[in-house]
């Protein structure tokens, strides 16, 4: 159910709230520990998902029976690792990173937890990789977005195209830090990444604290 005032947006989460349900629902693991703790150990801006994000994450591709996963934005690895534990042992992720020093980081603590071999980590912008990595690979079951909000409608439209009939698009950020109906080029790109994702998939922005949206291809 849901008051008047949780209906219209009021939140009832606290910082000590949300760290109860993490504790309980969404427990690390030395390699999940390592990912998530990388940022503040090598001086790497600390934006990954959060652990319940990352949970859900885990969850939707294993309802999804994903196999074959694509990553857009990497950092320390922290989502490819909550990812991989969805996949079976022969299910494989492409995450792309564009900076050097968070591709090195990613690599080794996915080495560290041990799925290496299910992991393949690109360096290179997006954009120069995703059309091979499809013509290659796809379709895929599942893409998941976590990068430059300026390009997120781009991100989309290779969602669309490579994904299988009932693969997931899940996009993080989706309220673009509150700023999505800002007149600057970046929201007007998350809006079309709205705005074609409701046209391709049946989706939904899942009301997480950044906003998540998830999409199933028709």
Request: include cysteine; aromatic fraction near 8%.
């Amino acid at each position: 159910m849901a008051d008047p005032n949780s209906r219209t947006g009021t939140r009832y989460a606290t910082p000590e709230l949300f760290d109860y349900v993490g504790r309980v629902h969404a427990a690390h693991d030395v390699g999940l520990a390592a990912a998530f703790d990388a940022p503040g150990v090598h001086d790497m801006p600390a934006i990954q998902v959060g652990p319940s994000e990352g949970k859900l994450l885990t969850l939707l591709l294993r309802l999804a029976g994903a196999k074959k996963v694509v990553e857009v934005g990497t950092l320390a690895g922290y989502s490819a690792l909550c990812m991989v534990r969805a996949l079976p042992k022969d299910g494989e992720i492409w995450t792309l990173e564009s900076d050097p020093k968070h591709h090195q980081v990613a690599s080794e603590r996915i080495a560290a937890a041990g799925f290496a071999s299910q992991v393949h980590c690109i360096l290179g912008k997006a954009l120069d990789h995703l059309d091979e990595l499809g013509a290659k690979h796809g379709p895929f079951d599942a893409v998941f977005i976590d990068a430059d909000k300026g390009n997120y409608d781009k991100y989309g439209r290779f969602a669309a195209a490579h994904l299988r009939p009932g693969g997931l698009l899940l996009g993080d950020n989706a309220f673009y830090f509150g700023k999505l109906l800002d007149e600057h080029p970046d929201a007007a790109a998350m809006r079309r990444f709205h705005e074609e994702a409701a046209l391709a998939f049946e989706s939904v922005c899942i009301p997480t604290p950044d906003g998540l949206l998830l999409g199933v291809k028709r």
